[in-house]
């Protein structure tokens, strides 16, 4: 099975400008230490590794100090209480019916209203007005019927 010939992917174009850069690095720092002696070569990386560990032991030393005060402060993260719908004791079933009756005769009047012209255009003229006006009372009348079982 042949593979077909792709275009080189974005890490491998990356890679190759990483690399690119090195080298240009590579060779300027060649270019200005050419004519520098052993002895100054080795004076100069002794400076670097020095400056490098100091620099790191100082950071590895602050982490446990008092010099970062906010950023060690703990705090802890309690979850929220999910608690079931509270509802008064005298709620009975009354209140269920008398809703839904309500939700049942405007649904009755708002199909009442598609069946002429001009209640269709004073159907139309209300959902513009009242954008998600419907599907509020969908979710209304659905949360009653998961709130009341019965």
Same mark, same amino acid.
């Given at each position: 099975?042949?593979?077909?010939?792709?275009?080189?992917?974005?890490?491998? /174009?990356?890679?190759?400008?990483? /690399? #690119?850069?090195?080298?240009?690095?590579? @060779?300027?720092?060649?270019?200005?230490?050419?004519?520098?002696?052993?002895?100054?070569?080795?004076?100069?990386?002794?400076?670097?590794? &020095?400056?490098?560990?100091? &620099?790191?032991? &100082? /950071?590895?030393?602050?982490?446990?100090? @008092?010099? $970062?005060?906010?950023?060690?402060?703990?705090? /802890?993260?309690?979850?929220?209480?999910?608690?079931?719908?509270?509802?008064? @004791?005298?709620?009975?079933? @009354?209140? $269920?019916?008398?809703?839904? &009756?309500?939700?049942?005769?405007?649904?009755?009047?708002?199909?009442?209203?598609?069946?002429?012209? #001009?209640?269709?255009?004073?159907? #139309?003229?209300?959902?513009?007005?009242?954008?998600?006006?419907?599907?509020?009372?969908?979710?209304? #009348?659905?949360?009653?019927?998961?709130?009341?079982? $019965?």
């Amino acid at each position: 099975m042949k593979k077909k010939s792709r275009s080189p992917s974005v890490l491998s /174009t990356i890679s190759g400008k990483v /690399t #690119e850069v090195q080298r240009n690095c590579l @060779n300027f720092l060649n270019r200005k230490t050419r004519s520098w002696t052993q002895r100054q070569q080795k004076c100069f990386l002794f400076t670097v590794c &020095l400056v490098m560990g100091g &620099l790191s032991t &100082l /950071t590895l030393s602050g982490i446990n100090s @008092n010099a $970062y005060p906010g950023s060690t402060k703990t705090f /802890t993260i309690v979850a929220p209480v999910i608690r079931s719908p509270i509802s008064p @004791n005298d709620i009975t079933g @009354n209140i $269920y019916y008398t809703d839904t &009756l309500v939700f049942n005769r405007f649904r009755k009047a708002l199909d009442s209203l598609q069946q002429t012209p #001009e209640g269709r255009k004073a159907y #139309e003229d209300f959902v513009l007005q009242h954008p998600g006006f419907l599907d509020s009372l969908s979710n209304a #009348e659905d949360l009653i019927k998961k709130t009341f079982h $019965y």
